[in-house]
Structures are given as structure tokens and as C-alpha cells.
């Protein structure tokens, strides 16, 4: 499988040097990484290039709404314990981006690669994954996302029949009915704290029963299947029934499932779950996220937050009141432009904060957080909100863009 004994052909050749030539452009014009135009031009001179560069990998693909490119993050740094690997470390995922990424990997063994949702099924269908990770469905961009059970419907069809090993969350209906498709499926008890687009069956639309942690359709029986692995408090217990203890930097439950799902699949690789997770403590932040910056003599953590699944997880790992907290919000095409999810989350959760809200869109989020009886100020911009904000540590909650722009700001 591994090695370089299949060489690229002089055509595919030509394209990896034309897009490394095009993305150092775009870098040095200060257009960002490049890695995106990079694999534009590479595949329109060598259309099957990502397959012929995958071919020599051993694939990992991960997709999900939430928690992709941190899972992305925590499974390269397992599978380095095995070989080299190549990754989207930062985030580009879609076939572009993930081109331009394995064009720079020549000596690995393993591809570890984020996909956004929807071009799951074509980049499986072109990468042949020896495993692909599944961690949830939930609403998100909603202009422009196909509502959640299309979605679902997308993998079930794209993954019908995949070789791959498929290590899929068995909390989440959407993510089990999408997964149940293909032959070879590790369950891994993730847990699901949204659960606002999973109250009716997938698979036949009748009413969800949610009793406990376990679901089932009252109509036509489809049900939570039996994990293998599982996240329980600060562990991950794998299928002999041992317990190992995760250790990790960065924050939060939402973490503690990504760690445990990385683990299931870092064993598919022949990598031990204590090997895994002790790689695993290496992760301090993920292109940028979780990091604490200095900025005006104060601490500001940075948390980026996209939709109402990644609000309500954000919430539960910030400091408690009364920790002042800077709420960003844009609506730019990478963000999605409809910003109606901003009703879809609770924010009564931020109750006794001191709250400060900027972005694009700071007006709407202003509305919204009126109607959740939340004390907040609106500020122009970052500088002001912090110069607003009461003593101690700062948490700076932002969605895609607004993230974007709060790093380049602080010189993170």
C-alpha cells in the first residue's frame, strides 16, 4: 500500500509543480495560504489528481458539522506513532484544498483528511479511504447546506457498499442512518448534546423516543446500535472493556468525543489507544482555536463557534460568571449569509456574563440577545469591547469569519 513505487505520471507531475507555483503566489501577495487556488489550477491540468495522489496513502476521511478539523488534528497526531502522515492541518476541505494538501505529503504513509459534508461521497469515491470517521449532522449555513436529512441521504447513497471502515457516532440518528449502509461499521458512543435535528426517524419520519442516552423510532423500530467504543467522564473505553484516561489541552466535552472517536480510529491502524491518546496531549490549538492571546495587557481565549451546535458546546466550556465575554458574529459567504440560527441557540446559558457584542452582524445578535433578557453592549470592534469589559480573562466567541478577522487583529 504505502511507498512511492506507483510514480505520479509526467501530467500529474506538472500539475503538483503548477498549483505549488500558483499557491506561492497567492502567499506572497498576501492572499493567504494558496492552498485553495494551488489545487484549483492542479486539477484543471490533471483532473484525477487527487486519486492518483491518494493512491500510495493509506486514507483517513473525517466529516462532520462540527469537531472536523480538530478530530482531523487529534487523528494525524495518533497515526504519526505508525508513519508519516500528510493532513489538511488547516482546514481546507474541499477537493482543492485537499489536493493541494497531499501534493506536499510525497513521503507519507497515511492521509489524514477533513471533508466538508457535502463532498463526502465524490472524495471517497476518488481517495478509496481505508477508514472514514462520522461524527455528527447538524444544521448549519443554511442558505446554502441542504437540510440535515439530505445531507444524511448523500453519505447513505455515496457510502452504500465502501470498502472503508467506517467509524461512525452511534448517538447520532442522522450519523447512524447515514453510516448504516456500508458493511463495515465501528460504533462509538460520542454523545450528542443538540439534538434539535434528530427528533424524527430518518429512515421513516415518524417520532423519535429519546429515553436517557439511548433513541429509537416508535414506528418502524430504528434504533441507537451497540457502541464498541465509548466516552464515559474523562475515559475512553475500548471494545475489550479497558478504561484509558484522556489527557488533553484542549477544553471541553465536545473534545473529550473527538478524542474518543480518534482513538476508535487510530486502532483501525494498529495503534493502541494509550499510544493514541498520549499523542493526542500534543494538540495545544487548532488553527488558532482554543488559543489564549495577549492583546491590550489583557487575556483573551479565542473560541470559534459556527451554529447552534458548536454555540451550545461553546458555552459549556467557558469560564462561569462573571468572565466577561466578546460575541462576534458575520454573515460573509463562508459564513453563510442567513443568520436566523442565531435563534436557534440558548443564550439565557450566558446569564451573569458580562457581554459584549461586535461583527457584521452585531445588530442581529443584539436582537436576539434582547429577547433572551441578556445584558450586553454593543461595540464598533474588538478594541472597544476590551477596553469595556470588567478585569480577568476575556472569552472571544466568533463564527467563521469574525474568527478569521479577530486573529488577524490580535497577530494570532
Not at 485537499?98 to 492521509?111: E, P, Y
Not at 447513505?156 to 457516532?169: C, P, Q
Not at 465501528?186 to 427528533?199: E, R
Request: overall charge neutral; charged content about 20%; aromatic content about 6%.
Amino acid at each position: 500500500m504505502a511507498g512511492n513505487s506507483d510514480p505520479l505520471t509526467p501530467r500529474a507531475k506538472l500539475a503538483v509543480t503548477a498549483g505549488k507555483a500558483v499557491a506561492a503566489a497567492s502567499r506572497a501577495a498576501g492572499r493567504g495560504s494558496g492552498s485553495v487556488i494551488g489545487g484549483r489550477v492542479a486539477l484543471k491540468l490533471d483532473p484525477d489528481l487527487l486519486g492518483r495522489l491518494a493512491q500510495n496513502l493509506d486514507v483517513t476521511l473525517v466529516s462532520a458539522t462540527n469537531g472536523k478539523t480538530t478530530t482531523t488534528r487529534l487523528i494525524a497526531e495518533a497515526l504519526r506513532a505508525a508513519g508519516p502522515v500528510v493532513s489538511n492541518a488547516l482546514g481546507a476541505n474541499m477537493p482543492a484544498g485537499i489536493t493541494s494538501a497531499l501534493a506536499g505529503g510525497s513521503d507519507a504513509r497515511f492521509g489524514v483528511i477533513e471533508v466538508d459534508e457535502k463532498y463526502l461521497a465524490g472524495v471517497a469515491r476518488d481517495t478509496d479511504p481505508k477508514c472514514i470517521a462520522l461524527l455528527n449532522l447538524s444544521r448549519d449555513q443554511l442558505d446554502r447546506a441542504a437540510e440535515t436529512r439530505m445531507l444524511a441521504e448523500n453519505w447513505r447513497e455515496g457510502l452504500a457498499g465502501s470498502k472503508a471502515v467506517i467509524v461512525a457516532n452511534c448517538d447520532d440518528p442522522l450519523v447512524v442512518w447515514a453510516a448504516s449502509s456500508s458493511p463495515n461499521v465501528i460504533w462509538v458512543a460520542a454523545g450528542q448534546m443538540w439534538k434539535d435535528d434528530a427528533w424524527s426517524c430518518p429512515a421513516c419520519g415518524g417520532v423519535m423516543q429519546r429515553p436517557g442516552d439511548d433513541w429509537f423510532c416508535g414506528e418502524c423500530g430504528f434504533r441507537r446500535p451497540t457502541p464498541s467504543w465509548a466516552l464515559s467522564g474523562d475515559h475512553v473505553l475500548d471494545p475489550h472493556g479497558s478504561a484509558w484516561p484522556i489527557h488533553l489541552q484542549l477544553p471541553g466535552r465536545a473534545n473529550k468525543a473527538n478524542a474518543a472517536s480518534s482513538a476508535a480510529v487510530a486502532a483501525v491502524f494498529g495503534v493502541p489507544p494509550q499510544v493514541a491518546l498520549e499523542r493526542m496531549y500534543q494538540v495545544q490549538a487548532v488553527a488558532g482555536r482554543y488559543d489564549v492571546v495577549q492583546f491590550q495587557g489583557r487575556d483573551l481565549r479565542l473560541l470559534l463557534a459556527k451554529n447552534p451546535a458548536g454555540w451550545l458546546e461553546t458555552f459549556s466550556l467557558i469560564d462561569p460568571p462573571p468572565t466577561p465575554v466578546v460575541l462576534s458574529v458575520n454573515a460573509r459567504g463562508a459564513d453563510g449569509t442567513d443568520t436566523s440560527w442565531l435563534w436557534d441557540v440558548d443564550y439565557t446559558r450566558l446569564t451573569g456574563h458580562p457581554l459584549f457584542v461586535i461583527g457584521d452582524r452585531k445588530l442581529d445578535l443584539a436582537v436576539r440577545l434582547e429577547v433572551a433578557n441578556q445584558h450586553f453592549q454593543v461595540c464598533e470592534d474588538l478594541d472597544q469591547a476590551v477596553q469595556q469589559a470588567p478585569p480577568g480573562r476575556i472569552e472571544v466567541i466568533a463564527n467563521y469569519t469574525a474568527f478569521q478577522d479577530l486573529r488577524r487583529r490580535v497577530g494570532n
